[in-house]
């Protein structure tokens, strides 16, 4: 059962822009703090952003200022807006959906590749 939804990757150079978007049941995403995730091939998946039901938001310091996650209430869906993308920022992007005691819910995964 896909509870989380992701489209928007694909290939751009370097200093371009993507969108990411998660879209998730209106349960999860009232509920759930979202995020995303990435993990590069040899790495460990990290945390990129999340947004809290309340809208309060956190940014890994590799991202800040150039990425921004935000919620679309009335669509159900988190986006992750990504500005002068680097060839660092190549990664496949997990959407991600939290809860304290439940289990974390994770997309798909949808594949960023920045060219330089």
């Known amino acids: 059962q896909v509870q989380l939804v992701e489209s928007g990757g694909g290939l751009v150079q370097a200093g371009g822009s993507l969108r990411l978007s998660c879209a998730a049941s209106?349960?999860?995403?009232?509920?759930?703090?979202m995020g995303w995730y990435r993990q590069s091939p040899g790495k460990q998946r990290e945390l990129v952003a999340t947004?809290?039901?309340?809208?309060?938001?956190d940014y890994a310091d590799s991202v800040k200022g150039r990425f921004t996650i935000s919620r679309d209430n009335a669509e159900n869906t988190v986006h992750l807006q990504m500005n002068s993308l680097k060839p660092d920022d190549t990664a496949v992007y997990y959407c991600?959906?939290?809860?304290?005691?439940?289990?974390?819910?994770w997309g798909q995964g949808t594949q960023v590749t920045v060219s330089s």
């Open positions: 209106s349960y999860i995403f009232s509920r759930y703090t």
């Open positions: 947004i809290s039901t309340g809208g309060s938001t």
């Open positions: 991600n959906a939290h809860r304290i005691l439940r289990t974390d819910l």
